[in-house]
């Protein structure tokens, strides 16, 4: 037992020896010193303005990875989440201006709006699918740059702040619609951040999520449909799982939570309240990697955000040392390649451990002698 | 039995007798004639209708294949990869190493050392694609997003090291390709010269005529005969080669056995893994020469230069039933509809072919009430309907909205498509040995 956990928290670390490497040697390569590298990127982050900065970051990689991953626990890759989220928070945006609404109302109604715009849109993947058997990687990725232009066009023609000539996008949102920032919480209770930095007011709202994504995936009927559908499909419909109603339904959760995306940055960062050009564009792809990083798992992805986001603010420190700040790119991206294959490999031993238990214990039933149970554990 | 049959059935061994084969052959040959006809037709109508004749003008014909080529090479890349039983979602990241090396190697040594380059840097990104998914067993799709996320950090990366200090470079673009690519122009059609000697330009001039079908069918011809490049002319032989290999070779019906049936190839001692390695590299070459010939067409490399065209090749892959020719005439069709956001006045250019689509679907209408396919019938006239209307209603498309058609078309084709479609058996499915698949 012991030894499988063992095994699982090898993954992991095997990756990060592997990513570190690499981007060793991608710094010896633009000629400087890893290990200075390291000690200051490492000197940057061990500030608490800077793990603030680290969770505020995380926050929607966590919800998009959360969004991916219902599509991967059905074995559906939802690339889509880009498109999804840019159009949900855009339309979100826009109407969350028009509605007079006291404080919670008023959130409530955008994130009503981005979940419903977020799985109309996935919607439209699982349609084609589902009816025309249209691979939803090609889909959704269509989709993707269709709701890119869709955007551009509707926040430059129609949905534009007359106030502002250069730049198109929307108008602010009112205070009722905006979350507050978490300081005063902890300050309340004692903990004193110092800095300027401020926890955004959507963390509990991405807690909640991951609280719900485990009870759906593991504590409901739908959950565990999900489940079986993924890793058994034939199984599934012999057990009377509808395959097409599960595609359907598994990519509209997935647009629902990826509407949700943007929502960080729209309602609690103060450097938006707002749709524009400047607004994040492709946490839908982070998603996919913090996804496959955290393993679908609630907690795993959570993790993987946080050690994403962890990367990006750390490297942030390397230009101004003359050290080329790409080098985060390439700690990121080989640590997700280190990362899935050496998840394939424990996972491929531990099968390969249960199948010899299982045939030691059958030999042991058996009544076989202690050397050839020994034998039979041992290929 | 009487005596009349005996030879018929000594000449014919098993399997479809020759006649059923031949007519099989005509009425799809039929088919695709057919459809030639209305798409050219309606074109041509829709010139006339809408003026515009820019539609099916030589230059349109002649962007079309240049924003088809890099498209097509990923769809070839995509082919030899699913060919050989690895699904490869990679293409995009391979093509963008291909930019990122041709942009380097372009820049020290010229656009000959910018296609090699391309090459290279893709079959880098191929490898360790095949290092993932045949070593490690690494679900396909997942070591090939891996290679999506990790391309574009290490060609920024890269360009930070090599473009910075060097002058007209920068983090986000190279320096520009060192000298240019030479052009072919076809003598006696369009005008090229032949020994040195200028020849005359019939195709310009029918072309020049207006006539009906005949013009639009003289300016896809020079369009597709002048000034072509000549790194477009390698990736035509590419897809000649490539067609000739997979299919007409002993090592093409190993590729292939070890996507259709891996077990089986490896019981009569095919090695399965070093097979699909080959796939997988060649596919990462291809990807990567898209890269360079899309390096050379903005004469530098450029970040974001590849803008989803790797995805684009492999939905070219599915619309063309895994086959080059039906892949060729995907690309072609997406690229004619990115070439025409490059035009002069692309919003006008979209409406026209909105109109053209509109004629075609009604001649689709006619010939599925001929061929007794009613279903299709009411789909395509409303489809129809719609088109007319958006044309007279829009006078000027929006130019966001202009940009998304390569997409959108993409999309409309694959869900209209896809039907009868036959993937490589286990393409996708890691294989380990002694696996009975």
Known sequence: MWRRFARGAIAPLVAAVVAFIVASLAVLASGNDPLTAFRAMWQFIDSSESVI??????????????????????????????????????????????VVLPAPLHVTFILVVAITVGALWASIAGILKVTRGVNEVISTIMLNYIAIGITAFLVAEHFRNPDVVLIAETELLPPSARLPSLNPLFEAIGINFGGGAKLYGFLPFAILLGIGYHLMLNRSRFGYELRVSGNNPSAAVTAGINPKGMVLKAIILSGAVAGLIGMSALLADPQ???????????????????????????????????????????????????????????????????????????????????????????????????????????? | MTIVDTPA?????????????????????????????????????????SGNDDLTSAGTFGVMLRTATPIALCGLGGLWAERSGTVNIGLEGMMIMGTIFAGWWGWEYGPWAALAGGIVGGMLFGLLHGIATVTFGVNHIVSGFAINIMAPGLARFMANQLFTDAPGGSVTNSPGVDGAMGKFT??????????????????????????????????????????????????????????????????GLRLRSAGERPSAADSLGVSVYLTRYYGVVIS???????????????????????????????????VGNWRPAGVGAGALLFGYFQGITLRV?????????????????????????????????PWSLALAAAGFLAYTMAERPNNQLVFITPYLVTLIVV???????????????????GSQL
Request: no cysteine.
């Open chain 2, 186 to 251: 076809m003598p006696f059609l369009s005008g090229g010269e032949f020994l040195g000697m200028s020849t005359p330009n019939p195709l310009k001039w029918i072309e020049d005529q207006g006539w009906f079908i005949l013009s639009d069918l003289a300016g896809l011809f020079r369009g597709l005969t002048t000034a072509v490049s000549y790194d477009v002319i390698v990736a035509i032989l590419m897809f000649v080669a490539s067609a000739y290999i997979i299919w007409r070779t002993p090592f």
């Open chain 2, 345 to 377: 006045q692309p919003e006008k250019l979209v409406r026209a072919v909105v109109l053209a689509a509109a004629i075609a679907l009604v001649m689709a209408a006619g010939v599925a009430i001929w061929r007794r396919r009613w279903s299709m019938v």
């Open chain 1, 53 to 98: 900065l680290i969770i505020n970051r995380a926050v929607p990689y966590y919800v998009a990875g959360v969004a991916v991953a219902i599509g991967f626990k059905m074995n559906l890759f939802n690339i889509g989440a880009n498109g999804q989220y840019t159009l949900a928070t855009l339309i979100a945006a826009w109407l969350g201006v028009k």
């Open chain 2, 284 to 318: 990462g070459a291809m990807a990567g020469l898209g890269g360079a010939v899309l390096v050379l067409f903005s004469n530098r490399y450029q970040e974001g230069q590849t803008g989803g065209r790797g995805f684009l090749g492999l939905a070219t892959l599915i």
């Open chain 1, 272 to 379: 938006f309240y707002k749709y524009g050009d400047q607004f994040p564009k492709t946490l839908g792809f982070t998603g996919i990697a913090i996804a496959l990083l955290g393993r679908n798992h609630p907690v795993g992805i959570a993790a993987a955000a946080l050690v994403w986001a962890t990367i990006e603010r750390a490297t942030q420190v390397l230009s101004r040392i003359g050290i080329p700040q790409e080098i985060g790119v390439i700690l990121q991206g080989s640590f997700l390649l280190a990362a899935v294959i050496a998840y394939e490999v424990v996972q491929r031993r531990n099968e390969e451990a249960t199948a010899r238990e299982a045939a030691a214990a059958a030999a042991k039933q058996r009544g076989a002698s202690d050397d050839e149970i020994a034998a039979v554990a041992a290929t």
């Open chain 2, 9 to 49: 059935t000594t000449a014919e061994p098993a399997g479809p007798s020759f006649w059923s084969r031949v007519i099989r052959l005509a009425t799809r040959k039929q088919t695709l004639l057919l459809y030639s006809l209305i798409g050219i037709t309606s074109m041509s109508m829709a010139r006339i209708i």
């Open chain 2, 415 to 433: 869900s209209v498509g896809g039907q009868r479609l036959r993937p490589p058996a286990q393409e996708g499915i890691p294989w380990r040995k």
